[in-house]
């Protein structure tokens, strides 16, 4: 073997041996050691319930917050902030939401092919859920969306993408949170695989939920319908009862609207007219009426990736919205604080 060659194929050697190690860092980071239970998050009498008491709760839709290392920890920096304007509540994908622009396609896949969950996506998810733990919070653990749905190869993949993911949080002990199995079930041009569409949806959904149930029967779970496609908000062996954008809030049941619709552009973020801070304000006052309803505020300026701002996603309050230079959702913050009051576990304290 000539010595060229011979230093390619140590190079290669090197690289590979490098490449298993790091997987194998990665594999190893979440401790597998004792681990203490967060807060338990219930529902009782459709209400919120943490640790026995109940809450009310005001958040945030964050689905890409699990992209990387660095926006995990933005995410958790802004926290501290968070509840001191009454924000107590994430919602967050582990196959990313929508990407905005320029990439519509630009969130993480927290799964491998064959249904494997990421070791990174799962510390990444421990670390946030466990921050949040500390100040009172709920996460909403978002399953699959249907930009990710087609990665999986087949449905013994999702199944077992549901598995891990339920083995994940009970062996982790990761209690303040609850489930979105699917969302936008049965969207029309993005869903590839069955088990997510209608015909027979009902039956599907209570499908998925048993395969989550098997191993983490102590875990609230529901399934996110495509607004105005048809398919319904209940099924059985549902807890949460989903709903997205306008749709209308039912009486009966804990309801969570986990994408109140988006006022801003993903290709001009944090940038909004008074008509359309009117109308977040509007979704606002009627979950505030709403007993058992709570509310994820979505935006371009909280969700995309890198958009028009260039530094997206932004759990961050950011501006005011008023213009380039402004760039923001501090409004939101600001009408939680005054409306509702800050929040300290277990009650949001008014001025």
């Not at 936008?184 to 998925?208: Q, S, T, V």
Request: glycine share 8%.
């Amino acid at each position: 073997m000539s010595q060229s060659l011979r230093t390619i194929v140590t190079s290669a050697l090197v690289a590979a041996a490098c490449l298993l190690l790091a997987e194998w860092a990665v594999a190893a980071d979440p401790v597998e050691g004792p681990v203490e239970p967060t807060r338990e998050f219930e529902i009782r009498n459709d209400r919120a319930v943490l640790a026995g008491k109940e809450i009310d709760l005001w958040g945030l839709r964050c689905g890409n917050a699990l992209l990387s290392d660095t926006v995990t920890e933005r995410h958790i920096n802004n926290f501290d902030n968070m509840v001191a304007h009454g924000i107590n509540f994430l919602g967050l994908y582990i196959q990313g939401s929508n990407g905005g622009w320029p990439d519509i396609d630009a969130g993480l896949n927290g799964y491998r092919r064959d249904g494997r969950l990421k070791p990174d996506v799962a510390r990444r998810l421990e670390w946030l859920v466990r921050e949040a733990d500390k100040r009172g919070m709920v996460v909403m653990v978002g399953l699959f969306s249907p930009r990710k749905d087609q990665d999986f190869y087949d449905e013994a993949a999702i199944k077992r993408a549901v598995e891990e993911t339920g083995q994940f949080l009970v062996r982790r002990k990761l209690k303040n949170v609850f489930v979105d199995m699917m969302h936008e079930y049965d969207h029309p041009e993005r869903i590839d695989h069955e088990i997510f569409r209608e015909p027979g949806g009902e039956a599907k959904k209570a499908k998925l939920t048993a395969w989550f149930k098997a191993v983490a029967p102590d875990i609230e779970v529901g399934v996110c319908p495509t607004h105005k496609s048809g398919t319904a908000d209940t099924y059985p062996g549902m807890d949460v009862r989903i709903i997205q954008k306008e749709a209308e809030i039912p009486s009966q049941g804990f309801v969570v609207n986990v994408e109140t619709h988006k006022q801003d552009a993903y290709q001009n973020d944090g940038w909004f007219n008074d008509g359309h801070k009117a109308a977040i304000f509007a979704d606002c006052e009627r979950y505030l009426r709403a007993p058992n309803a709570v509310m994820l505020f979505h935006s371009a300026y909280c969700q995309g990736i890198t958009n028009f701002s260039g530094t997206a996603p932004h759990p961050e309050m950011g501006g005011y919205g008023t213009g380039p230079t402004d760039r923001g959702i501090r409004f939101y913050y600001e009408w939680v604080r005054d409306n509702v009051g800050r929040y300290e576990y277990p009650r949001h304290i008014s001025k």
